[in-house]
């Protein structure tokens, strides 16, 4: 997806990484710059949201 800013970018995937873990997902973001370095680095733990797991 193309995005005008990195703000905007960095904005949707914290969005991403959020909704996969309020669904029950582990997620880890990783913000890195143009030469590859990573700027910062999100860990969100699985939430158990109280669903019974699908037989």
Not at 24 to 47: K, M, N, S, T, V
């Amino acid at each position: 997806m193309p995005f005008k800013s990195g703000e905007s970018a960095e904005k949707a995937a914290r969005a991403l990484a959020e909704r996969l873990n309020r669904a029950g997902a582990a997620a880890e973001l990783q913000i890195r710059l143009r030469d590859g370095a990573i700027a910062a680095r999100y860990a969100f733990a699985p939430i158990d949201n109280g669903a019974s797991p699908k037989p």
